[in-house]
T-cell receptor, first 115, second 116 residues
Framework: GAGVSQSPSNKVTEKGKDVELRCDPISGHTALYWYRQSLGQGLEFLIYFQGNSAPDKSGLPSDRFSAERTGGSVSTLTIQRTQQEDSAVYLC?????????????FGPGTRLTVT | DAKTTQPNSMESNEEEPVHLPCNHSTISGTDYIHWYRQLPSQGPEYVIHGLTSNVNNRMASLAIAEDRKSSTLILHRATLRDAAVYYCILRGGFMYSGGGADGLTFGKGTHLIIQP
């Protein structure tokens, strides 16, 4: 079946502009995660959605970052007033359910470059 | 999540088996052992996970020591496509904590090099 998809695959934006990144999780997966990975670095957790529960935003680095998940499916990560340090690969993952016994399936990521 | 220790790198030949070790001496009884890998310029990919018993799937096998303080990921016949960084992660499965507590944290992993 279809895996996790993300769009765009690459995004170049000027400092100060807003960007929106999209994630389509695997159908039927109730848990959705956003991460980012800077060059040569590990994964950094950003935000988590589980079903209809309020999202866990504990990983968002600043109030310029926000995310929503409509209808329990597609999610959008928005970065306002982008800064150069926001340049990274933004990864989305989905899981059949929340909880640590479930594996996560990752999308190909969106490479964001802020100039 | 408890800490894991992996070798920085390993090298193997194509079409030979590969055994990737992971030490996790502080594992708790409810921690699941997960393996992910990340190929160059790609997102992480789930490989396998287990709790106590050995596990097999189409990608690999996971051998878990009887005391659960170590485990080994086995690639039965390595191909060039298996060259990646492999991450061994412990994830507590008893209580669902949600959110950031469920987010994956990768250590440095093992850089697997496959020689043709």
């Amino acid at each position: 079946g279809a895996g996790v998809s993300q769009s765009p695959s690459n995004k170049v934006t000027e400092k100060g502009k807003d960007v929106e990144l999209r994630c389509d999780p695997i159908s039927g997966h109730t848990a959705l995660y956003w991460y980012r990975q800077s060059l040569g670095q590990g994964l950094e957790f950003l935000i988590y959605f589980q079903g209809n529960s309020a999202p866990d935003k504990s990983g968002l680095p600043s109030d310029r970052f926000s995310a929503e998940r409509t209808g329990g499916s597609v999610s959008t990560l928005t970065i306002q007033r982008t800064q150069q340090e926001d340049s990274a690969v933004y990864l989305c993952a989905s899981s059949l359910a929340g909880g640590r016994s479930y594996e996560q399936y990752f999308g190909p990521g969106t490479r964001l470059t802020v100039t | 999540d408890a800490k894991t220790t992996q070798p920085n790198s390993m090298e193997s030949n194509e079409e030979e088996p590969v055994h990737l070790p992971c030490n996790h001496s502080t594992i708790s009884g409810t921690d699941y052992i997960h393996w992910y890998r990340q190929l160059p310029s790609q997102g992480p990919e789930y490989v396998i996970h287990g709790l106590t018993s050995n596990v097999n799937n189409r990608m690999a096998s996971l051998a878990i020591a009887e005391d659960r303080k170590s485990s080994t990921l086995i690639l039965h016949r390595a191909t060039l496509r298996d060259a990646a960084v492999y991450y061994c992660i412990l994830r507590g499965g008893f209580m669902y904590s949600g959110g950031g507590a469920d987010g994956l944290t990768f250590g440095k992993g093992t850089h697997l090099i496959i020689q043709p």
